[in-house]
């Protein structure tokens, strides 16, 4: 078996280093878990699982351990006896008895606007967009409205232990701007970006004759390496964008590599139809977007789902990520994703919630939904592969592993502290657990926010009303 692909060194994010907040030192004490380790060591506190592709990982368990944070960076991470002498005296120590401390989660493709859609029935991709989608998006060329939600939605995150999301707003500049807004100062780490459309959709959601651009640079230079903010380019998909706008997003994004790109692909047959049509010289889907220049190191395609062996050749070359988005897939009826084709060829791959055609934000449901979706494929997922997903693994689809996803010296400190005893089913099935495996399946299978107790961004707890507690 060999390493997870990613765990060689790849080139970083041009201009992403860890961010620093100001200020002081704390650590906090639980049962520490972190997904995705190098195995190079032989620590008893390693243990290994495999994903699956027959790729083995390290998993970091210590049972009592204190997480060490300096200015909203992790310091170190150690067992609690070994800790305790080389903590500072003045050092504030959070304990979290029978509680797990564990790096917070990465959704890798989601839609603030979507919300208010969220559970709304009846209806497969293509309908869905026109008759509950594009009426919400309408309503967010007003700022105010924008704020309000993108207050929400930053709100939900935090409750869910979500620290970083890549995040489609509409194609008004207003959106994006009142996300990036409020995202700077929730400290959350956010990647954003203006939806382009500029065909294919309806007047009021259609960029004007320069496809976009302009405003598209204009937020670029407002907020894309911003504190912790990143710009994404972001095209809806293929259909609802022209070839000039698709040209003109390849063109941006060569004049910008540190820029993400977001998008759709292959996520129903009737859309694979509709690209067939308006783009008959290509030979995939696929090929439309690498065509226009469109894939690379930092861009990630949401669902994926009908993808060929030729597809997942040209994604893995070119480090092109994978959204994983079982709740959506399964609420639209969309099919049934390969993960072990996606990780056989070498892609990298991040679960999602793409609310709000997926049904919740929260991590632990999508764990559990993307379980479901891979046993209809006779592909089972492991519990500790789910939460790899959800944080580390996430963090590499998205090229920012350098800076969170796990517990490791030098990465940001953005943690959650979960309760596996937050309900009372919960308990009762934490305490017949019978291995840390189990326990996770059990967290997966019954855990929702109410799992998340605390969440630490930078090293500093979000306020309690945040959390709703
Ligand atoms: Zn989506």
Same mark, same amino acid.
């Given at each position: 078996?060999?390493?997870?692909?990613?765990?060689a060194?790849?080139?970083?994010?041009?201009?992403?280093?860890?961010?620093?907040a100001?200020?002081?030192?704390?650590?906090?004490?639980?049962?520490i878990?972190?997904?995705?380790?190098?195995?190079?060591?032989?620590?008893?506190q390693f243990?290994?699982?495999?994903?699956?592709?027959?790729?083995?990982?390290?998993?970091?368990?210590?049972?009592?351990?204190?997480?060490?944070?300096?200015?909203?960076?992790?310091?170190?991470?150690?067992?609690?006896?070994? !800790?305790?002498?080389?903590?500072?005296?003045?050092?504030?120590?959070?304990?979290?008895?029978?509680?797990?401390?564990?790096?917070g989660?990465?959704?890798?493709?989601?839609?603030?606007p979507?919300?208010?859609?969220? +559970?709304?029935m009846?209806?497969?991709?293509?309908?869905?967009?026109?008759?509950?989608t594009?009426?919400?998006? =309408?309503?967010?060329?007003?700022?105010?409205?924008a704020?309000?939600? =993108?207050?929400?939605?930053?709100?939900?995150?935090?409750?869910?232990?979500?620290?970083?999301?890549?995040?489609?707003?509409?194609?008004?500049?207003e959106?994006?701007?009142?996300?990036?807004?409020?995202?700077?100062?929730?400290?959350?780490?956010?990647?954003?970006?203006?939806?382009?459309?500029d065909?294919?959709?309806?007047k009021?959601?259609?960029?004007?004759?320069?496809?976009?651009?302009?405003q598209?640079?204009s937020l670029?230079?407002?907020?894309?390496g911003?504190?912790?903010?990143?710009?994404?380019?972001?095209p809806?998909? =293929?259909? /609802?964008?022209?070839?000039?706008?698709?040209?003109?997003?390849?063109?941006?994004?060569?004049?910008?590599?540190?820029?993400?790109?977001?998008?759709?692909l292959a996520?129903?047959?009737?859309?694979?139809?509709?690209?067939a049509?308006l783009?008959?010289?290509?030979?995939?889907?696929?090929?439309?977007?690498?065509h226009?220049?469109?894939?690379?190191? #930092?861009?990630?395609?949401?669902?994926?789902?009908?993808?060929?062996?030729?597809?997942?050749?040209?994604? !893995?070359? /070119?480090?092109?990520?994978i959204?994983?988005?079982?709740?959506?897939?399964?609420?639209?009826?969309?099919?049934?994703?390969?993960?072990?084709?996606?990780?056989? !060829?070498?892609?990298?791959v991040?679960?999602?919630?793409?609310?709000? #055609?997926?049904?919740?934000?929260?991590?632990?449901?999508?764990?559990?939904? !993307?379980?479901?979706?891979?046993?209809?494929?006779?592909?089972?997922?492991?519990?500790?592969?789910?939460?790899?997903?959800?944080?580390?693994?996430g963090?590499?689809?998205?090229?920012?592993?350098?800076?969170? #996803?796990?517990?490791?010296? +030098?990465?940001?400190?953005?943690?959650?502290?979960?309760?596996?005893?937050?309900?009372?089913?919960?308990?009762?099935r934490?305490?017949?657990?019978?291995?840390?495996?189990?326990?996770?399946?059990?967290?997966?299978?019954?855990g929702?926010?109410?799992?998340?107790?605390?969440?630490?961004?930078?090293?500093q707890?979000?306020?309690?009303?945040a959390l709703?507690?």
């Open positions: 078996m060999t390493a997870l692909p990613g765990q060194p790849q080139k970083s994010i041009r201009g992403l280093t860890p961010s620093a100001n200020g002081q030192t704390l650590a906090l004490r639980g049962a878990l972190s997904f995705g380790h190098r195995l190079d060591s032989d620590s008893p243990q290994t699982f495999t994903d699956l592709a027959g790729h083995r990982s390290g998993l970091l368990f210590i049972p009592d351990g204190i997480v060490y944070i300096v200015d909203g960076l992790i310091a170190w991470v150690l067992p609690a006896d070994e !800790a305790v002498a080389q903590l500072p005296v003045d050092c504030p120590v959070h304990r979290y008895q029978d509680r797990l401390i564990m790096p989660f990465v959704d890798t493709h989601t839609h603030f979507q919300l208010e859609v969220i +559970g709304r009846g209806h497969t991709l293509l309908d869905w967009l026109e008759n509950y594009f009426p919400a998006e =309408a309503r967010f060329s007003d700022l105010s409205h704020q309000r939600a =993108a207050q929400v939605f930053l709100q939900e995150l935090s409750r869910h232990g979500v620290t970083t999301a890549s995040v489609f707003a509409t194609v008004h500049p959106s994006a701007d009142a996300f990036f807004k409020i995202a700077q100062a929730s400290r959350l780490r956010m990647i954003c970006g203006k939806v382009l459309m065909t294919n959709c309806p009021n959601l259609c960029d004007g004759s320069d496809h976009g651009m302009a598209t640079e670029i230079s407002r907020w894309h911003r504190d912790r903010l990143r710009y994404s380019l972001t809806r998909f =293929a259909p /609802t964008s022209s070839p000039e706008q698709m040209r003109a997003v390849g063109a941006l994004l060569q004049d910008h590599p540190g820029l993400h790109l977001q998008s759709h996520e129903t047959r009737q859309e694979l139809d509709w690209v049509r783009y008959p010289h290509h030979p995939s889907y696929l090929d439309v977007y690498q226009f220049g469109h894939l690379g190191r #930092g861009t990630i395609m949401g669902h994926c789902i009908y993808l060929s062996d030729g597809d997942r050749r040209v994604m !893995a070359d /070119t480090q092109t990520a959204a994983f988005c079982p709740s959506s897939n399964l609420f639209l009826g969309s099919g049934l994703f390969d993960l072990q084709s996606a990780l056989q !060829a070498g892609i990298s991040g679960l999602a919630s793409d609310v709000g #055609g997926g049904t919740s934000p929260s991590m632990l449901k999508t764990m559990l939904d !993307a379980y479901k979706v891979l046993k209809l494929r006779d592909q089972t997922l492991s519990p500790e592969y789910a939460f790899y997903l959800a944080t580390l693994g963090a590499r689809a998205l090229g920012l592993e350098s800076v969170i #996803g796990s517990l490791e010296a +030098g990465k940001e400190a953005d943690l959650i502290v979960v309760n596996p005893e937050a309900t009372p089913l919960l308990a009762h934490a305490a017949a657990s019978e291995s840390l495996s189990d326990l996770l399946s059990a967290l997966i299978t019954l929702d926010e109410r799992c998340i107790e605390a969440c630490y961004i930078q090293g707890p979000v306020m309690a009303q709703g507690t």
